[in-house]
């Protein structure tokens, strides 16, 4: 204690690679075979085994720990080594010190934005509805303190507040680092596991302030005693500590709602987790932390923000903060989940059902199909420092498997203590209907929370998709089959997902898209008609990982009423013709103008809708597009009854693409008396139609002008004419004058 000013006792730390590292606390004249007698009471090594070594001298039995003692220290280091293993002597596993244990999550935990992240995890686990980042200068007082050695973590720190309150199982799982309680609740994110773990990149001694209690943590052991690796204090029960400990207890009173009457009386309405910045090397990281390093990891957060809050049901709100050392405290930035005014109980209302979806497949209820729901949330960053607003609105939709729908993934699910749950993110404002998906956007994976940034973490979607897929042991990238762990069932699971879960849910939220387009009860709704294509995954983008959703939700979707045509109807692919037809051409107007006129459905989609009719429809299916054969089929079936401007325009289309012997019976033929009749098949001197020419001009054939193709048509079409004259199968059907054989005035067959 701090009023305690008896002169300190030599620490003996010994280290051995098997049995850990020991502490203990000996008199200045206790010898080395002193401390081999200790190690034998409490590791059961015998003395006659153990050599102790002291910066890699061997030290004799008889050498007393007062000539070992650096200057001005009361620290200790002792190497152990066995001198070998005998038949009946102890053996088995053991585990790594906590220390050395911890370096290995750091070691594959890399430090980054991230943290950040999995402390968002624990509070939305928590049920919390907000969190607040604060990077605090303020130095605190030094004297009266748990011990001396406290006085290093009294500084400059990064708090982590939420407004949820630990339980019983939280205080145990943080102390259980080798234990995720994930497996006791598959819901949970993962409460303190690796995660939570990796803020030893930025601290020695985290500590938390939750309810009633305020509890340290101590992996080195060297501050609360022998083997202690924390210490905990109840506001009620240990008051008379807490008061005594001012300035020990200091740092928690003062922000985020706390103050003197909060340890009065005796309990806190959230959590708040301080990270006292490492100021110098430790055994467990040499990483030093400071003001740029702190607000390095906040930059990071921000690239990601638009994006946290999108598949979490609880947390609605998280902030940066600064405290300066005068006390003056600032917002940095700030993210919020929202929904229209008009649809406050859409988002609650969806996340029921879900919650009812996954506690019958948590109790094996029989179910073949995908439980979805579905909402639309606004996601809003506030940038403080550039003073930046920034809105997305996203349609969310998410699903539950089916009890039943998969028995190898319900096999798995039981073993791995999974849910199969998959979220599905549209973004609404950020469509680019020219373009046919979402512009300057980059589909990503997400387990809750976005992993990190990078090629593993892409889709090729227009799509954020969440699901509870089994990552990699470090959390940053989803598991897949390799050739060398094709068995591995975390990496099965997410390819069953993939192809049972997902498929169905992505069905279900561009079908939801579709509706809200539809009803416009919302006005507020920013996805336009055509907008909708822009949901549909685009096969020459997505990843070759991510392929086998392609199949199962087309042929999903392409049964459903998807196609928005040009007269503003919902029509399936089979109901609708597509037009390929370039847009900025006059032609185009008339041509789908009359097929409209004419009672078809035309539509229009962007290139890769294209793809995807062609790769998905199967026979004896077919995509029907506008073409010159089927503008012929439907002129036989409806006369065109428009402007002669307009019949030329058809003419020149349907003599484009050279099938002359299909013209039969269309009056589209323009004649020199603004006349038009059809195309015959007779053979009679008398339905002959001509076409002049300079050796054989209109002038040497007085009244026939209903006998002659309209001189001012445009050449091509002219052209055109005169080939079909001189087809050999135009010669058989349409007639042709024997007179005018080898001349240049063309015939043409007329009824």
Same mark, same amino acid.
């Given at each position: 204690m701090a009023g305690d000013q008896k002169p300190r006792l030599p620490r003996v730390t010994v280290l051995h690679e098997y049995i850990g590292h020991r502490v203990f606390l000996v008199s200045p004249g206790t010898t080395v075979r002193d401390v081999k007698q200790l190690i034998y009471e409490e590791a059961d090594v015998p003395v006659a085994e153990q050599l102790l070594f002291h910066h890699g001298k061997a030290l004799r039995d008889g050498e007393q720990m007062e000539a070992l003692l650096p200057a001005g220290s009361h620290e200790i280091f002792m190497t152990l080594q066995g001198r070998g293993l005998r038949g009946g002597g102890r053996f088995g596993q053991t585990t790594p010190p906590l220390v050395e244990f911890l370096k290995d999550i750091l070691r594959r935990y890399p430090e980054g934005g991230q943290i950040l992240k999995e402390l968002i995890q624990n509070a939305e686990d928590a049920g919390a509805t907000e969190v607040k980042f604060m990077y605090d200068e303020t130095e605190y007082g030094r004297e009266s303190l748990w011990s001396e050695a406290m006085a290093q973590h009294q500084g400059t720190a990064l708090y982590v507040y939420n407004n949820a309150v630990f339980t019983t199982e939280d205080w145990n799982g943080i102390q259980e680092i080798a234990r995720s309680r994930k497996r006791d609740d598959p819901l949970k994110v993962g409460r303190f596991g690796i995660g939570f773990n990796s803020v030893y990149h930025i601290t020695d001694v985290p500590s938390i302030f939750s309810g009633d209690q305020i509890g340290m943590l101590d992996p080195h052991q060297t501050l609360f005693g022998p083997h202690e690796s924390g210490q905990c204090w109840n506001l009620k029960s240990d008051l008379k500590e807490i008061t005594e400990l001012s300035d020990q207890f200091a740092p928690y009173i003062g922000l985020f709602g706390t103050s003197k009457n909060t340890v009065k009386d005796g309990s806190f309405p959230g959590t708040l987790f301080r990270f006292p910045l490492r100021v110098k090397p430790s055994q467990l990281s040499s990483n030093i932390y400071n003001k740029e390093k702190v607000l390095e990891l906040f930059e990071s957060f921000k690239a990601d923000a638009d994006t946290v809050l999108l598949f979490l049901k609880s947390v609605q709100e998280v902030s940066l903060h600064v405290r300066e050392s005068d006390g003056t405290e600032r917002v940095l930035f700030r993210v919020t989940a929202s929904e229209n005014a008009d649809l406050k109980m859409e988002r609650p209302n969806s996340?029921?059902?879900?919650?009812?979806?996954?506690?019958?497949?948590?109790?094996?209820?029989?179910?073949?199909?995908?439980?979805?729901?579905?909402?639309?949330?606004?996601?809003?960053?506030?940038?403080?420092?550039?003073?930046?607003?920034?809105?997305?609105?996203?349609?969310?939709?998410?699903?539950?498997?089916?009890?039943?729908?998969?028995?190898?993934?319900?096999?798995?699910?039981?073993?791995?203590?999974?849910?199969?749950?998959?979220?599905?993110?549209?973004?609404?404002?950020?469509?680019?209907?020219?373009?046919?998906?979402?512009?300057?956007?980059?589909? +990503?994976?997400?387990?809750?929370?976005? *992993?990190? @940034?990078?090629?593993?973490?892409?889709?090729?979607? #227009? $799509?954020?998709? &969440?699901?509870?897929?089994?990552?990699?042991?470090?959390?940053?990238?989803?598991?897949?089959?390799?050739?060398?762990?094709?068995?591995?069932?975390?990496?099965?699971?997410?390819?069953?997902?993939?192809?049972?879960?997902?498929?169905?849910?992505?069905?279900?939220?561009?079908?939801?898209?579709?509706?809200?387009?539809?009803?416009?009860?919302?006005?507020?709704?920013?996805?336009?008609?055509?907008?909708?294509?822009?949901?549909?995954?685009?096969?020459?983008?997505? +990843?070759?990982?991510?392929?086998?959703? *392609?199949? @199962?939700?087309?042929?999903?979707?392409?049964?459903? #009423? $998807?196609?928005? &045509?040009?007269?503003?109807?919902?029509?399936?692919?089979?109901d609708v013709v597509f037009s390929e037809l370039d847009e900025g051409e006059k032609s185009t107007e008339v041509i789908i103008g009359y097929l409209q006129s004419s009672g078809v459905q035309v539509a229009r989609v962007p290139a890769a809708m294209d793809i995807v009719l062609t790769g998905y429809i199967t026979a004896p299916r077919d995509v029907k597009k506008v073409t010159p054969a089927l503008v012929r089929q439907v002129l036989r079936k409806a006369k065109h009854k428009g402007s002669s401007q307009e019949k030329l325009v058809l003419l020149e289309f349907v003599l484009s693409d050279a099938c002359y012997n299909d013209l039969i019976g269309l009056e589209l033929l323009p004649l020199q008396n603004d006349t038009f009749i059809a195309f015959s098949s007779s053979v009679n001197d008398k339905d002959a139609v001509y076409i002049t020419s300079e050796d054989f001009p209109r002038s040497l054939y007085p009244g026939l002008e209903g006998r002659f193709v309209l001189e001012s048509i445009k050449p091509s079409v002219l052209t055109s004419l005169k080939d079909a004259s001189k087809s050999r199968v135009q010669r058989l059907f349409w007639g042709y004058s024997g007179r005018f054989n080898g001349s240049k005035c063309f015939v043409l067959g007329i009824d």
């Open positions: 996340l029921k059902s879900l919650a009812l979806g996954i506690d019958s497949y948590s109790n094996g209820v029989p179910c073949d199909t995908v439980t979805c729901a579905t909402y639309q949330v606004n996601i809003e960053t506030q940038d403080e420092t550039t003073k930046e607003t920034q809105r997305t609105t996203w349609l969310v939709c998410n699903g539950v498997g089916g009890r039943g729908m998969c028995c190898e993934l319900d096999s798995l699910a039981d073993d791995l203590k999974f849910i199969p749950t998959i979220g599905i993110a549209l973004p609404l404002t950020l469509i680019d209907v020219d373009k046919g998906a979402t512009s300057g956007f980059s589909g +990503r994976a997400f387990c809750f929370l976005p *992993l990190p @940034p990078g090629e593993e973490s892409m889709t090729g979607l #227009p $799509v954020h998709i &969440s699901g509870f897929f089994g990552l990699t042991d470090n959390r940053r990238s989803i598991k897949w089959r390799e050739v060398d762990q094709w068995r591995d069932p975390a990496a099965l699971w997410n390819e069953l997902l993939i192809v049972t879960v997902i498929p169905r849910a992505y069905f279900t939220l561009i079908m939801e898209a579709i509706k809200r387009v539809q009803a416009k009860e919302d006005q507020e709704f920013p996805l336009s008609t055509r907008g909708t294509y822009g949901a549909w995954p685009d096969p020459g983008k997505i +990843r070759p990982r991510w392929r086998p959703i *392609l199949e @199962p939700l087309f042929q999903d979707l392409l049964q459903q #009423p $998807v196609i928005y &045509s040009l007269s503003d109807v919902w029509m399936t692919v089979d």
